[in-house]
């Protein structure tokens, strides 16, 4: 019997249907294609409810702003596979976009201020971390 191929981190996004915020801003800001890219990536995903938590007028202004909201994406990614039990022992990592999320587990498993609502999604090219608000750089 031939094992099931995995979806990419994109194709897995879009399957859900609880990422379509995020997935429309990815097209906009271009980086779908990196997404579906050999990676790995491990990425925490704001779903449609954490965008919702955001003024309406950010999101619109963010999708009109291609720089900071690539930046904003890319904070969400880091580069590599790191399932959850890989993330409970680590401190911080760094982002795509350059600087670093912070994770503490003394009450939830917090990314920044969000929490890890679901964990090791596996994907072909990497894992995904659903989380309940979306990460904003500094």
């Given at each position: 019997?031939e094992a099931k191929?995995?979806?990419?981190?994109?194709d897995?996004a879009?399957?859900?249907g609880?990422?379509?915020?995020?997935v429309?801003?990815?097209r906009?800001?271009?980086?779908?294609?990196?997404?579906?890219?050999?990676?790995?990536?491990?990425?925490?995903?704001?779903?449609?409810?954490?965008?919702?938590?955001?003024?309406?007028?950010?999101?619109?202004?963010?999708?009109?702003d291609k720089e900071?909201?690539?930046?904003?994406?890319?904070y969400?990614?880091?580069?590599?596979?790191?399932k959850?039990?890989?993330?409970?022992?680590?401190?911080?990592?760094?982002?795509?976009?350059?600087t670093?999320?912070?994770?503490d587990i003394?009450n939830k498993t917090?990314?920044n201020?969000?929490?890890i609502?679901?964990?090791?999604?596996?994907c072909?090219n990497?894992?995904i971390?659903?989380?309940?608000?979306?990460?904003?750089?500094?």
């Open positions: 019997m191929k995995l979806k990419n981190v994109l897995k879009i399957e859900s609880q990422f379509t915020v995020l429309d801003a990815l906009e800001a271009g980086l779908d294609d990196i997404l579906s890219s050999d990676g790995p990536f491990t990425i925490f995903a704001p779903t449609d409810e954490a965008f919702s938590k955001l003024p309406k007028k950010a999101i619109e202004n963010l999708l009109h900071r909201l690539t930046e904003i994406l890319t969400h990614v880091i580069y590599d596979t790191f959850y039990k890989d993330v409970v022992k680590m401190k911080n990592a760094k982002t795509v976009q350059g670093r999320i912070i994770f003394s917090k990314v201020k969000a929490t609502i679901k964990s090791d999604i596996e072909e990497g894992v971390h659903i989380i309940d608000e979306v990460l904003i750089p500094i």
